[in-house]
């Protein structure tokens, strides 16, 4: 199975927004509607840690420090995931990647850079 590609990274000032997508490539639908999709991230010096995930059918979860600012969808249809993240802060500075987990193990994508300067 291809690994998670990840787009929609970039530079952003204080407050801003920006939008993540996560898609699988030729994933058949059967194995997509198996996987929770996850984003995590990975700042300079600090472990990787979860930002967000969705089960199909379920509502999504989210991490404390973005809960209220981000917000995870899940698109069957198109078999791709977006993390719209608003009210950014240079906290949120990191590389993001998606996860997609199944019942043959997990993932990862190669991460997509979101810094926000000010």
């Known amino acids: 199975q291809a690994p998670p590609v990840e787009s929609g990274g970039g530079l952003v000032q204080p407050g801003g927004s920006l939008r993540l997508s996560c898609t699988v490539p030729?994933?058949?639908?059967?194995?997509?509607?198996?996987?929770?999709m996850g984003w995590y991230r990975q700042a300079p010096g600090k472990e990787r840690e979860l930002v967000a995930r969705?089960?199909?059918?379920?509502?999504?979860e989210y991490s404390k420090s973005v809960e209220g600012r981000f917000t995870l969808s899940r698109d069957n249809a198109r078999k791709v995931v977006h993390l719209q993240m608003n009210g950014l802060t240079p906290e949120d500075t990191a590389i993001y990647y998606c996860?997609?987990?199944?019942?043959?193990?997990?993932?990862w994508g190669q991460g997509t850079q979101v810094t926000v300067y000010s």
């Open positions: 030729r994933v058949i639908t059967s194995v997509w509607n198996s996987y929770t």
């Open positions: 996860n997609a987990a199944g019942q043959r193990g997990a993932s």
């Open positions: 969705i089960s199909n059918g379920k509502s999504p």
